[in-house]
């Protein structure tokens, strides 16, 4: 019975590893279509560690292929190297195979044009064109080129090194940045201890997301053990980081980015740094105070990417740690490059991390709350309780992202998740007290809507 049974699963199994091959070819063929019909006729693939993966990027060139579009292969890697190969190869387009920070059953694929983000409308296009098969005719050819050597390269280009060399330990999370952190590190002074280094698409040593502190417990205990001056962990595609200090303490998104906007402001003074409408009072002070402008955004790293371009802001980034340079770099979000810019920070400021650290303001938050929502209700909710904030006195509210509502005792956030069927709420304020206080009057907002806010620790 239970090898019948083996058996029925296997072929479900199969069935679903086929459909998923199909799928990839359909949007290869659709992407290339709509790749040509703008002109485009070339494009870099590339693909991360999960087990899927090269089956489903197999198809996916051979879709391209058909449509008439050439493929420069780059194999294993993580996603910024697909686009460092897509800024630097002459190539239209890149298309990168990948689940990012999801659970291993996961994957996808990330999709650009000429340097932008290819979603929204365009994806819409795209599952129109394949419904559709109205694809382009072709027969377009492929190269392999590596460009792991180049890009750990480039990666090290702008170190900086300071009096004493640093200690790091770093958490690859058997995530695709395993070979070229290895390659990266080789080329950095100091020590370092290097964790969860082989690619493995099951994730066997915790979840890849470092945004998430319990998946840095490992990394902790490394640091402790091996007194380093701070770890560096990494997403299941390299384009999100997660930092603690020597102590433990861990470094969100928006305090990222105001220790790396220093030197990006004393080179462009009175620039423009973005940070997404989750992102904690203290960065907007801080960049102000540094002789910055601060511009709150849309959260979505495809809404920050396309906003610096727009207005050639230098530097932007999100709480949840996806960090974009253009200051120096592309204007892509890549953590490993991020995290060379951190080390350079804290070498030129011949300071620890931990230093750096407690010199920051203190505000007392809650985590980021997320909750089910359904995908045909949860706009209406923003609606609803933006309505109710008309009638209320003594706030300010920022409606570019959700609604973030600012009063005496800081600010509350209402927000709908761009990926899930859920709402997404953030508190923070000076004081405990006036924490509960803004807690309080989300709940009333929920409750108005028929919702419930998530109970915190």
Not at 39 to 54: E, F, H, I, K, W
Not at 107 to 129: E, S
Not at 185 to 207: C, K, R, S, W
Not at 375 to 401: C, P, Q, S, Y
Request: charged share 25%.
């Amino acid at each position: 019975m239970h090898q019948r049974r083996a058996r029925r699963l296997d072929g479900r199994d199969a069935g679903r590893r086929e459909a998923a091959r199909d799928a990839a070819g359909a949007i290869g063929r659709a992407f290339g279509s709509i790749l040509r019909d703008r002109g485009g006729q070339s494009a870099a693939v590339g693909y991360d560690g999960r087990l899927t993966s090269p089956n489903l990027e197999a198809a996916l060139v051979e879709g391209l292929l058909a449509a008439g579009v050439d493929v420069t292969r780059i194999g294993l890697g993580p996603t910024p190297m697909l686009y460092y190969a897509e800024r630097t190869l002459g190539v239209d387009a890149g298309l990168m195979v990948t689940g990012s920070h999801n659970p291993p059953r996961y994957n996808g694929i990330k999709l650009v044009i000429g340097g932008k983000p290819f979603f929204a409308g365009d994806i819409q296009l795209l599952g129109q064109r394949a419904a559709a098969g109205d694809f382009a005719e072709g027969e377009g050819k492929v190269a392999e080129k590596s460009i792991l050597d180049d890009y750990a390269a480039r990666l090290l280009r702008d170190f900086e090194p300071g009096e004493e060399p640093l200690k790091v330990a770093w958490d690859a999370g058997n995530g695709a940045t395993g070979e070229v952190l290895r390659k990266m590190t080789e080329g950095l002074p100091g020590g370092h201890v290097l964790l969860n280094d082989e690619i493995d698409g099951t994730f066997p040593a915790h979840h890849p997301d470092p945004t998430v502190e319990s998946n840095l417990e490992q990394l902790k205990h490394a640091v402790a053990d091996h007194r380093c001056d701070l770890g560096i962990a990494f997403d299941g595609d390299g384009d999100r980081i997660g930092v603690i200090d020597g102590l433990g303490r861990v470094l969100w998104g928006d305090q990222l980015l105001v220790i790396l906007a220093r030197e990006v402001l004393e080179d462009q003074p009175g620039a423009t740094i973005i940070a997404d409408v989750k992102s904690s009072r203290v960065f907007f002070d801080e960049i102000a105070r540094m002789g910055g402008r601060p511009l709150m955004w849309k959260t979505g790293h495809s809404h920050i990417k396309n906003k610096m371009a727009e207005i050639g802001a230098p530097l932007g980034g999100e709480m949840s740690a996806h960090i974009f340079f253009r200051h120096r770099y592309y204007g892509f979000d890549d953590a490993l490059y991020a995290a060379v810019r951190l080390l350079s920070a804290i070498n030129r400021s011949g300071d620890s991390l931990a230093e750096i650290y407690d010199r920051l303001p203190v505000m007392v938050n809650t985590p980021e709350l997320r909750f089910d929502c359904a995908d045909d209700r949860k706009f209406a909710v923003i609606d609803e309780v933006r309505g109710r904030l008309g009638d209320e006195h003594g706030i300010t509210v920022n409606d570019i992202d959700g609604v973030r509502v600012e009063n005496e005792d800081g600010w509350w956030l209402l927000r709908a998740s761009n990926t899930q069927p859920a709402l997404v709420a953030r508190c923070e304020s000076t004081t405990p007290e006036g924490l509960e206080r803004l807690m309080d009057r989300l709940r009333a907002q929920l409750e108005a809507s028929g919702l419930a806010l998530p109970e915190t620790d």
